[in-house]
């Protein structure tokens, strides 16, 4: 897509390879997970994204707890 029609324009960081069941509370937020303690009552948002990565890849053979590589890109809003 051409610059001038996108809506925002995002600058990368960095990248980087990580196991996908290193990830922090504060990378869970970042991910936009959020705890709603009516239907994961006691849960840290790490418990969460475990979950909402099992329900959607678990029938795929990628299990949360496996520890499978992924990308991780972190990058600014520029506009």
């Known amino acids: 897509m051409p610059r001038w029609a996108s809506r925002i324009t ?19 937020i970042a991910e936009g997970v959020l705890t709603l303690p009516d239907l994961y009552p006691g849960a840290t948002p790490r418990q969460v994204y475990a979950d909402l990565w099992d329900e959607l890849n678990l029938k795929r053979g990628y ?17």
């Open 10 to 28: 995002l600058l990368v960081t960095a990248v980087q390879a990580e196991r996908v069941n290193t990830i922090t509370d504060e990378d869970a």
């Open 63 to 79: 299990p949360f707890a496996a520890g499978d590589w992924v990308w991780v890109y972190t990058f600014e809003v520029t506009r």
